[in-house]
């Protein structure tokens, strides 16, 4: 079986993200769970499915950029639906704007997307939502959007506004990352969509209009939560149920994204949402995963947001191609080999690619060396793997091409370190911890420092790149 | 003398690689969003290898220059391009960009926006300053790319 180049690079794209519920995906995807310090998604879907499918839940999820934390989220998607759940994922980047982010956009975000979704599900009417509509009609007023809250009333002034034969009304309205959305003949909750939509398309994009909004949700911040409960989540819950359905899961991806900055008052943006506000966040009345910025870990109000939430963060670490005592970690570097060969050959029985080795690489060492100098960070062996592929017009890759790519991953990253920097990488090498120091958080922001776990808890690694580094060893 | 022509040729043969392997990855990329940074600091040298670029790749490649007061990544080249999406788009100019900060750490955030909206292969010429900026101002939208390095003589 001979190797298609063209294909084997499209699928290490490092910017696709698998799904799951894509056939030919699923070809692609490893379980890494093995090694990757306990099943963790197994872990989350037990906690809903298993031991609370009635009660609420609240459980913040977090690891590595680009370690896999969204084809994990979209694997646990996948089982909690087979569960019989009716999961509600999306990406909170989307809806917020990531570097001014409070308690009600989140809360709104929520609501919307769980509205929109009820509204494609035939059959799951719920009644009129009063006091968010309410709500919505008084932030609306507040932003000067004419958003009508009525059922069949036509939306003046924010799109073309059509009179049908029958009288009724209609209009096109166009929402960002949304589409057009009909408002004709909409009632309940496909206008606190409609409306939460065109709310935070337009305070997205207004530094202004967000803190106007802002001081209008945040008094009512319990006011929402209870809106959104009540009138949304227990009777969407209710008719889910006479569906079949077992409950709602809502999953918060990309939260991680919000940025580090401090809010006015000189707290930072990840500690105010999750530990000053974790309360407000665990409080729906449906089960919840939030993705939270991994720094959180290493900040020192780690037990404050524990403490809040009543569950530890939940980490995907990195596959470990080292042990602690930095032996090669063998079932990692298989996981990886397989990952590997896997975007090579979809269709080959697992056992089976790795006597097709040869047809991709000049040596096996050569696949070697690729996993190990990845630091077991999946989208980095993705991303050397593409660069070293593009500059081959026929297979095998040669190491030559591979030790090209190194060299041009490690002068890029040090270009960006300064000496400052270069001492706490040594100290990583030396003690591989880090301190509450915040130089560590931006060395792990910038994938300079990888953590690992195992039984007995985590260690610190410099991304192996790095570590050949003459400067780090001089 | 002859020193120096050496080091010529050996700039020449080794841009005339890394064209060739742009070229290879814009074609191989067809119908997918890929970011493919194209690092080189010479901006005189840009235009004549842009050329060569072209002769070489059989996908038709439209170039966009950005002005200093060009703020989003995303949403002003989604609003631009409306339906008429090219089958490559290479981005210059990001070095001039007067809010580059900015700008970089908004294409951080909407990164899916690019994966989902943009089917084409993405080039961004990066000058050496902009990279470092890129590293650590947009490390997820970062990690997504791939780098071809283009060389002065």
Known sequence: ?474 | MTTSHRSEDVADESNQKALEELARAIEWNGGQFALILARCNSASLQKGLVQTLQELCSVEIRQRVLEQSFKLLYGNLQTELGQNKPQALMIFGLESVSDLDQLLTAANQVREEFRKNFNFPLVLWVTDEVLQKLIRLAPDFYSWGTTVELAPR
């Open chain 1, 1 to 474: 079986m001979t190797l298609d180049l063209r294909k084997f690079f499209q699928a290490t794209n490092p910017s696709k993200t698998l799904a799951v519920e894509n056939e030919e995906d699923q070809k692609y995807y490893i379980d890494f769970s093995s090694v990757r310090g306990g099943k963790i998604i197994e872990e989350l879907k037990d906690n809903i499915t298993f031991f609370s499918p009635d009660e609420p839940t609240c459980e913040l999820f977090t690891g590595h950029i680009g370690c896999g934390k969204s084809t994990e989220l979209l694997r646990l998607k996948a089982d909690l639906e087979q569960e019989g759940f009716h999961v509600v994922y999306f990406e909170s980047s989307q809806d917020l704007e990531m570097g001014d982010v409070d308690i009600g956009d989140i809360l709104l975000a929520i609501a919307r997307r769980v509205s929109e979704s009820l509204e494609h599900l035939e059959k799951v009417k719920i009644g009129e939502p009063e006091s968010l509509k309410s709500l919505l009609r008084g932030a609306a007023k507040l932003l000067q959007t004419e958003i009508e809250l009525s059922a069949e009333a036509s939306v003046p002034g924010i799109g073309k506004v059509a009179a049908s034969t029958e009288g009724k009304f209609s209009a096109e309205v166009g929402i960002p990352g949304v589409g057009q959305v009909t408002a004709s003949d909409k009632e309940g909750v496909s206008l606190v969509a409609l409306g939460i939509g065109k709310i935070t398309a337009k305070a997205k994009n207004s530094p202004e209009l967000r803190s106007k909004l802002r001081e209008y949700l945040e008094p009512r911040t319990n006011g929402i939560l209870e809106a959104i409960n009540k009138e949304l989540l227990e009777p969407g819950k209710e008719k889910l149920k006479q569906q079949g359905k077992t409950g709602l899961v809502v999953i918060v991806d990309n939260l991680d994204r919000v940025e580090s900055r401090n809010k006015p008052w000189g707290r930072s943006q990840p500690e105010y949402l999750f530990v000053d506000r974790g309360e407000h966040l665990r409080q729906l009345n449906c089960h919840v995963i939030y993705t939270m910025p991994l720094a959180l870990l290493f900040s020192n109000d780690l037990s404050g947001l524990t403490n809040r939430f009543g569950v530890d963060p939940k980490v995907l670490p990195m596959v470990p191609v080292k042990l602690r005592d930095g032996s090669e970690c063998a079932e990692g570097m298989a996981l990886l080999r397989q990952m590997v060969l896997a975007r090579a050959f979809p269709n080959v029985e697992p056992e089976k690619r790795l006597s097709l080795i040869p047809e991709v690489f000049d040596n096996p060492e050569t696949l070697d060396r690729l996993c190990c100098v990845s630091g077991g960070h999946v989208r980095e062996l993705l991303r050397l793997l593409n660069d070293w592929i593009k500059k081959n017009r026929t297979p095998p890759l040669a190491r030559e091409g591979l030790e090209d790519v190194i060299r041009s991953r490690r002068n890029q990253m040090t270009l960006a370190i300064d000496d400052k920097e270069w001492e706490l990488l040594r100290r990583v090498q030396e003690r591989k911890q880090v301190s509450g120091d915040d130089g560590y958080q931006v060395l792990i922001r910038s994938m300079f420092v990888y953590e690992y776990r195992d039984s007995e808890g985590s260690w610190f690694e410099v991304n192996p790149i790095l570590a050949e580094a003459a400067r780090l060893n001089a």
